[in-house]
């Protein structure tokens, strides 16, 4: 849970932004990010040098999914459609960012 508000925080510092319903959605989005690429954003930075949604944004479509979690999901392209996703929640310009219904109605289309 500590990287939940190092990741608002880091974000909130970056824009000088409040906290608000679009921090929520970017904190979201560092978290299944997290989840698939089973990195811990915590130490991303010693071990990416960078933050883990940086690093996936750069090195997409390349292989940035963890391999177990490949093996279980459902096809590829699902997993293809939850990084795009999540990669969304964690855009600079919280304007852009899709809203948590957003992101939930799109999880529910491909779950």
């Known amino acids: 849970m500590k990287f939940f508000f190092q990741s608002i925080f880091a974000e909130c510092l ?3 932004e409040p906290l608000s319903k679009a921090s929520e959605v970017y ?4 978290f299944v990010l997290a989840l698939l690429t089973r990195y811990n954003p915590e130490n ?3 071990t990416l ?3 883990l949604e940086k690093w996936v944004r750069e090195v ?3 292989q940035v999914v963890d391999y177990v979690v490949l093996q279980t999901a459902p096809t590829e392209g699902h997993v293809r459609s939850i990084v795009e996703l999540a990669l969304s929640c964690t ?3 919280h304007t852009l960012r ?4 957003q992101v ?7 779950l």
């Open 104 to 110: 939930k109605k799109k999880l529910e289309e491909l």
């Open 91 to 93: 855009l600079e310009d």
């Open 44 to 46: 991303c930075f010693s």
């Open 98 to 101: 899709p809203t948590i219904l």
């Open 49 to 51: 040098g960078m933050p």
């Open 14 to 16: 970056n824009g000088g």
């Open 27 to 30: 904190s979201f989005g560092v």
């Open 60 to 62: 997409y479509p390349v």
